[in-house]
Every structure is written in structure tokens, then in C-alpha cells.
């Protein structure tokens, strides 16, 4: 009798033990994720862009050729035969690829991307299916992805490659920018041949070559899904479906999704509900050119990273090697930064999940959960100036506060109706970012700190908007933290900043917000499905309130509003807060 007790306590234990949530996922999603598992964890990885395009370095007959360098032969409108004359000077002697994955493994990055065919068709690798390629066609003579493969597997570090599957500027066949609009390719000697010829002939044999070749590789990464068709999109993906491991981005053809999305020169504003990758160059351009001195600073770049972790994305950081075979010395500084940061700090990085908050003013959060509870990371870029680190409707049984870097270093802390409230220390430990951990016990409940009503406003300030910057162009920027928060270089009329709020109340509400404008200019209010345009009148370098008409809430609840100028007439402006004011 006894026995069977302990025989239905052990059942009912295990029973109880069983995760809950996983059992509810289907068969596929459950491959998915342990497809993707390592690519999660991982965060943070090295994009190579290296090819013939670092011969020129963004220079052609003496001129400097405006825009990203790997683009150099569409922009010049250089002729294939002289492009590939190109081949005969690259030879990248300097080159030494365990030296770039013992720096990507110093920056902290878990996998590289590197272009093993971008648009020029110029191959970086032996390639049977064409000539055009660094062993055949220049003094190098040798397999630089074989080294980098061989690197790879000897340091621990996930591969990918990077393939231009529809433009290829060197083929009869392959496609062009502006095919879709019907223009011509700019060298009229290229006949143009149907597409399925450069799929079948080059891109397919090749595909194969870099998935059999090259030890298995981790990532096959495709770009560019021009004059893509389905038919050739279907072909090329069976290749890859051959390797159920792989992962590939959502660049073969639109609208497929691939394993992940691929945001561009720009961090998404908020968390999105698939897996993504932002890839981001350093400075401008992504293959390597002379006179791009526009750095990012290392500060803004480990911000960056953890700012994308904190949504649950992943950062691949471009460097743009030189045709001798070397990075940058701007890129190795910058990376050997990222890289003390996160020697110290990585934890709070690898095998995170987003943050559970709605916005942290001071900064960002990662977290993780473990067997005994769950850890915030809380990443303070602005330490608050009143002393006190504000972790918004933080329902849980706190256990542990302390310096990530230094875990003696313990915080004091206090609850304040559902914050806790943590006292900032008196030196600065990292200006950059500082990490806080706090350990709390299972159950862990966060009430969010979404602008809503109260006393009849809604107070929306900068450093709660989602800025939704375009990709290519001007970027408006947040500065400062809490009331002395600011948009500014909001230059772009394509820039988007948007809040979301709460209101219990539906009825009228007065906008108004703190602005500061060169020119008068006019700005949509979107809410909902209501638009309306408001002026806005020059404020003569100064910030002040000014209205933007009134507004319509039908139902309360969560609501998004955004702001967008009208591209007449826009000059630049710069915001502090907006508020709704219930009529
Ligand atoms: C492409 C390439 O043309 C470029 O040379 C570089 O390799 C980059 C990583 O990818 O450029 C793109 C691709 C997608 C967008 C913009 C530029 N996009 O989605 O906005």
C-alpha cells in the first residue's frame, strides 16, 4: 500500500513536472525550435562582404562612386568584360582566416556570414560550375571559404554563406536592379539569355557546391529576390531542403519566409513574433571602400546588440575586408571593444529572451528563466538622475540585486506599490552599460507601464515612442532618458514615431505636443482608421506646445497613435512628449 502511494506520488510529480507550453506545440514547431535553437542563443554574429568590389574600394577611373562599394559595377555601369579584368589584381596575400575568427570569437560573435557570390557573380571560392572565381580566374590560387570553413571547425564557430541567387550582373541570364522596370543590363554586349539558363547553368551547381563542399554549413543566407520567378525560387530551395539543418533568411523569393527575416540598416522597434536577424554595417558601406570614415561608435554598437536582444533578435555586424585580405583596423578596434563588453557581460546576451517590460526609460532588459526562477538582466545605458533605477510593476519575490560583472556587489532595493526600486550606486561602473541582475523567485508577473489615462491625459514622452526610421536615409534619434527625453534629426519624411497607450475612456481628446520646428510643415495623425492632417507653424527655434487637433477614441483599450510628416514642405523638427487631453 505504501509502495503504490510512492508509486502515484512519483506519477503525480512527474505529471506535474511536464512543460506545460511545449506539449501544446505541434510536431513542426517543436523541429523549428530545435532547428533554431543554437541561432537563438547565439545573438550575435560576423557578415563578411569581401569580393573583387575591394580591388576599386568605391573608386573607378579616379572618381569616387557614390553609394555602397559592392555596388560599384551597376553604379559605374562597368562593362563585364572590363570588371573581370579586376580578377587579375585581387590577390589578397594578407589574408589569414583563423586570425578573422579568432576576432569574431574575441567580439563575442557565435557564426559568420561571408559572400560566397554577391551581385558582381564573381565566386569567392573554387567553383567547378564557372570560371569566374578566385581560384581560376586570379594569382591567388587559393580556396579562401575552404580556409575560413577549416577555421571555423577548428575554433567552434557556426558558418554561413551569403548567395546572390537572382542578380548576377556577369551572366546572360542573371538579373539586374531595375530588371522588373524593364530596363536594359548597361552592357549592351551581354546578351540577354531567360533566367532559368543563369539558374540551371550557374546558380543551382553552385548552391551546390558551397552546401557539399565546405563541411556543412550552417546558414545559407540569400539576398535580393529580383526578376526572382517561382519556378526558379522552388528550384533553388529544394537544394537546400536536401539539408534539413540549414538555416536560410527570407531573401530567396517574396513573400516566402524562410527561417528568419532580415531587417536592413535598422532596428525594429519593437519585439516581432518571428525569428530576425538585423544585418548592419559599421559604417556605411558594406564591401570595403576607401574613404568611408562614417564609424559607428563602439558604444552605440554594444548598445545596439543589446538593444536588439532585448527585442529577441539577433545582430550580424559587417566588416568589409580589403582586396590584401585584411579588416579594417576601424572595424578590429570596434570589435575588440564589443568584445571586452561582452567578455564581462555575455551572460546577460547568449540564450536571453526579449524583455518582459513595456519600456524601461533608463535602459533595456534580457532575461532568462532557470530551474529555481527567473533572471532580469537589466541593462542601464542612464543611470537615473534622481539615484533611483524605476523596474516598472515587478510582481515577484525578489532574491538577489547585484553587478553582473562583480556579483559581491550587491544593490539595495525597496518596493513602491509595484515597482522595485533599486539605488543606483555612486560611481559609474560601465558608462557604456552597466549590468544589473536580479534574481526572482518562479513566479514573476509584470504589470505594464503603457502611457495611460490619468487625471483626463495620456502623457506620451519621446523615450516611449517607437521611432520608425526607413532603412537607407536620415535616422531620428532618441536622446536623453525620463522627462528630458528628445527626438531629434527628425529629418526624414519617411521616419514614423508612434506610442502605443491605454485608455479606460472613449470619447474626444485635444493632442497637443512639445515641438521644436525650423519651417512650418504638416504632420498625419493616424489612430486607427482615422487620419487627419495638422499644420504644424515654425517655432522659431524654440520648443513649443502646439496642438494637432483632436482625435476620436470608439473604444477604450490599447491604442496605437503615430505621427508622419508630409513629405512637402518638410524641413525638421524635434519632439518631447505628446499627450491626449480627455474633453
Ligand atoms: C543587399 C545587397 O544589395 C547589398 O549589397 C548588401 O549585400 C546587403 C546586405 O543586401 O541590399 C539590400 C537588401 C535588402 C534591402 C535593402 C538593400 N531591403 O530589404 O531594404
New binding site residues.
Given amino acids: 500500500m505504501k509502495q503504490l502511494g510512492l508509486f502515484f506520488g512519483i506519477l503525480f510529480f512527474l505529471f506535474s513536472c511536464a512543460p506545460k507550453n511545449q506539449e501544446q506545440k505541434d510536431e513542426a514547431t517543436l523541429k523549428q525550435d530545435a532547428k533554431m535553437e543554437w541561432w537563438r542563443d547565439a545573438r550575435f554574429g560576423m557578415?563578411i562582404?569581401w569580393g573583387l568590389y575591394a580591388v576599386p574600394a568605391g573608386e573607378w577611373n579616379g572618381k569616387e562612386i557614390p553609394g555602397?562599394s559592392?555596388?560599384i559595377m551597376a553604379r559605374a555601369e562597368i562593362p563585364v568584360k572590363e570588371y573581370e579584368k579586376l580578377a587579375e589584381q585581387f590577390n589578397p596575400v594578407e589574408y589569414n582566416a583563423e586570425e578573422w575568427v579568432k576576432l569574431a570569437k574575441f567580439a563575442g560573435m557565435k557564426y559568420i556570414v561571408i559572400?560566397s557570390k554577391?551581385?558582381d557573380g564573381f565566386a569567392m571560392f573554387h567553383s567547378k560550375a564557372s570560371k569566374y572565381n578566385i581560384v581560376d580566374a586570379t594569382p591567388f590560387d587559393r580556396d579562401p571559404l575552404k580556409e575560413l570553413a577549416d577555421a571555423c571547425e577548428k575554433h567552434g564557430m557556426r558558418l554561413g554563406f551569403?548567395y546572390?541567387q537572382a542578380?548576377d550582373w556577369h551572366e546572360p541570364g542573371g538579373t539586374y536592379?531595375n530588371i522588373e522596370q524593364g530596363v536594359p543590363h548597361w552592357d549592351p554586349e551581354l546578351e540577354r539569355e531567360p533566367l532559368m539558363n543563369y539558374i540551371n547553368g550557374k546558380a543551382v551547381p553552385q548552391v551546390k557546391e558551397i552546401l557539399e563542399n565546405y563541411g556543412g554549413l550552417d546558414i545559407l543566407w540569400w539576398?535580393?529576390p529580383r526578376g526572382m520567378t517561382e519556378e526558379a525560387a522552388t528550384t533553388l530551395q529544394a537544394e537546400a531542403d536536401k539539408y534539413p539543418d540549414l538555416i536560410t533568411n527570407n531573401?530567396l523569393y517574396r513573400p516566402w519566409p524562410g527561417d528568419f527575416s532580415?531587417?536592413?540598416?535598422h532596428v525594429p522597434p519593437t519585439g516581432l513574433d518571428y525569428d530576425w536577424e538585423v544585418?548592419m554595417t559599421m559604417n556605411t558601406s558594406?564591401?570595403y571602400k576607401r574613404n568611408d570614415d562614417n564609424w559607428k561608435s563602439s558604444e552605440s554598437l554594444i548598445r545596439m546588440l543589446v538593444d536588439i536582444a532585448s527585442k529577441g533578435g539577433n545582430l550580424l555586424l559587417?566588416v568589409g575586408p580589403t582586396a590584401e585580405g585584411l579588416i579594417p583596423a576601424p572595424s578590429v578596434e570596434r570589435l575588440k571593444e564589443m568584445g571586452a563588453w561582452m567578455q564581462k557581460n555575455g551572460e546577460s546576451i547568449y540564450g536571453t529572451s526579449a524583455s518582459p517590460f513595456f519600456k524601461l526609460p533608463w535602459g533595456r532588459c534580457t532575461t532568462k528563466k532557470t530551474s529555481s526562477g527567473n533572471i532580469l538582466y537589466l541593462h542601464v545605458f542612464n543611470w537615473p538622475k534622481d539615484g533611483v533605477l524605476r523596474v516598472p510593476g515587478l510582481d515577484a519575490r525578489v532574491k538577489d540585486v547585484y553587478l553582473l560583472t562583480n556579483p559581491k556587489q550587491k544593490f539595495a532595493y525597496k518596493f513602491e506599490d509595484n515597482d522595485v526600486l533599486i539605488h543606483a550606486p555612486t560611481v559609474i561602473f560601465d558608462p557604456v552599460n552597466t549590468v544589473v541582475v536580479v534574481k526572482t523567485g518562479k513566479k514573476m508577473e509584470i504589470t505594464s507601464n503603457m502611457p495611460s489615462l490619468k487625471e483626463g491625459k495620456i502623457l506620451m514622452p519621446a523615450d516611449f515612442a517607437d521611432i520608425h526610421n526607413p532603412?537607407?536615409g536620415t535616422h531620428a534619434v532618441l536622446s536623453g532618458s525620463g522627462t528630458e527625453s528628445l527626438i531629434q534629426n527628425w529629418v526624414d519624411y519617411r521616419t514614423r514615431v508612434e506610442w502605443m497607450f491605454h485608455t479606460s475612456d472613449a470619447g474626444t481628446y485635444r493632442i497637443e505636443a512639445l515641438v521644436k520646428s525650423e519651417q512650418p510643415g504638416k504632420l498625419t495623425v493616424k489612430l486607427g482608421d482615422q487620419n487627419t492632417e495638422t499644420e504644424i507653424p515654425s517655432t522659431d527655434g524654440n520648443f513649443e506646445i502646439i496642438s494637432l487637433g483632436e482625435i476620436e477614441i470608439s473604444e477604450p483599450g490599447n491604442q496605437i497613435i503615430s505621427l508622419t510628416p508630409v513629405r512637402e514642405n518638410w524641413g525638421s523638427a524635434e519632439l518631447m512628449y505628446m499627450e491626449l487631453v480627455k474633453l
Fill in positions: 557578415f562582404h555602397i559592392e555596388w559572400t554577391h551581385h551569403y546572390s542578380q536592379h539576398d535580393t531573401r532580415t531587417p536592413e540598416q544585418c558594406w564591401g559587417n532603412g537607407y
